[in-house]
């Protein structure tokens, strides 16, 4: 075979050009002029990943999905990581996702939730979380932009709230006569698992909250947080008279620690199945709630309202299912709405969902169970991640506090006039 010299120059020419840019994927420059030297997520509630740079300053990530069992879906929401890279660098994140989602069976079309813009959080202290929005780049990569403004920055969806915060919070107020710790049971990896009892447990009435049962939503830590710091900093005698809260504070330790996004360390959604009792090997986590729960109506407390705090892409606040004549549940939540947008940032829909006779439910979450099982009126708080519309911004984490701080005004306007 003869080849003329034009063919051969092109060929040489074309695995040149290979050789090149497969070196800039792979290796970058040469490792001593690469400025992101490391990125680790060795750590508490970091984030399982796969990395890559690409040149000196792109970083690529692939977040692994955590799986349900005995089901197909998965997520992948969660990312949390630390970058050591020279201060003054500017760096270009891309996050993408290694599969798709499949969430209640299906899978997902879209790999990113294009309908609403996703926030991001980097810290340079572990404590405060700055906002930063992310971009879309084709289908499937979220871009994230910023300098090093040090030489180590952490990254994480939101403003990260872990098991050492939550043990900060318990040591502060430890021999508090408001703020008690019962302990309930274990995780799936032996965790204890506890309740806050916020009050006075011989007051009037009572509320239970939820928080963390997904480990990428950390919202409901911080508006738990921001609830306990203001009932005790104010220590109100008519707070006092009037209500105490049970928190369950992070549901989901398992996961929170090993930076998962969504089930326990068995695979179960802890916001399913809540028609029934869990098993307590594949569920502790949720039975042991439910436990507490059975216990304290026996002891004659049963609360008024039963509150589950997530994260998702829009907001919003679901109610139990109800007959669509129940006038009083309407007025009392009409009551709820107007308090929750008067007193807190709360911007988004009230979502009543009504009884239909022989329609089947394909999974019962945490307020129809609390609801027909145990006769509570409660609801599924879904606190936007990516956007507060009332203050117009990103959510921080001091937002979320603030929100918390005054749900005690909203409990004791809520509550106060059940008796009028
Ligand atoms: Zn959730």
Not at 63 to 75: A, H, I, K
Not at 223 to 244: A, H, M, P, Q, R
Not at 306 to 318: E, K, L, M, Q, V
Not at 323 to 334: A, E, P, T
Request: proline residues 4%; aromatic residues 12%; contains cysteine.
């Amino acid at each position: 075979m003869r080849i003329s010299v034009k063919e051969l120059v092109l060929a040489v020419s074309i695995s040149l050009i290979r050789i090149f840019s497969e070196s800039a994927i792979v290796s970058g420059q040469s490792p001593e002029k690469l400025k992101i030297k490391f990125l680790d997520w060795y750590f508490e509630n970091g984030s399982p990943l796969c990395w890559n740079l690409q040149g000196d300053t792109i970083l690529k990530i692939s977040l692994l999905p955590d799986y349900e069992r005995e089901s197909l879906n998965r997520q992948t929401t969660h990312w949390h990581f630390r970058i050591d890279a020279d201060s003054g660098t500017h760096i270009r994140i891309s996050i993408a996702k290694i599969v798709n989602e499949v969430y209640n069976g299906t899978p997902a079309t879209e790999w990113w939730d294009k309908k609403h813009p996703i926030s991001c959080y980097i810290s340079y202290d572990r404590k405060n979380w700055i906002p930063v929005m992310t971009r879309f780049s084709g289908e499937r990569e979220l871009l994230v932009d910023f300098t090093m403004a040090k030489k180590n920055v952490w990254v994480a969806r939101l403003p990260v709230y872990t098991l050492s915060n939550l043990e900060d919070l318990k040591k502060k107020y430890q021999g508090n006569k408001l703020f008690k710790v019962i302990n309930i049971g274990t995780t799936i990896e032996k965790r204890p698992l506890e309740i806050i009892q916020l009050g006075n447990p011989t007051a009037k009435y009572s509320v239970i909250i939820r928080a963390r049962a997904h480990p990428w939503e950390p919202g409901g830590n911080w508006v738990v947080e921001g609830l306990i710091n203001k009932f005790i900093g104010e220590n109100s005698k008519k707070w006092n008279e009037t209500f105490c809260v049970y928190i369950m504070p992070m549901a989901n330790k398992d996961g929170v620690v090993r930076g998962m996004t969504r089930f326990n360390a068995a695979g179960m959604d802890m916001n399913r199945k809540w028609d029934k009792m869990s098993d307590p090997a594949l569920c502790p986590e949720k039975y042991a709630l439910e436990k507490f729960i059975e216990d304290l109506i026996k002891k004659g407390i049963r609360p008024s309202l039963g509150i589950d705090i997530h994260n998702d892409d829009a907001g919003g606040i679901n109610l139990a299912t109800h007959r669509k004549d129940d006038s009083i549940f309407v007025k009392r939540m009409q009551l709820f709405e107007l308090l929750m947008r008067e007193n807190t940032t709360f911007s988004e829909n009230v979502q009543y969902s009504w009884e239909t006779p022989g329609q089947q439910e394909s999974f019962v979450l945490f307020e129809n169970g609390l609801y027909r099982r145990y006769g509570i009126e409660a609801i599924v708080y879904e606190l936007n991640a990516n956007w507060i519309s009332s203050l117009g911004r990103m959510p921080t984490q001091y937002d979320w506090m603030d929100i918390g701080s005054n749900l005690n005004d909203v409990f004791y306007k809520f509550l106060s006039s059940a008796e009028k």
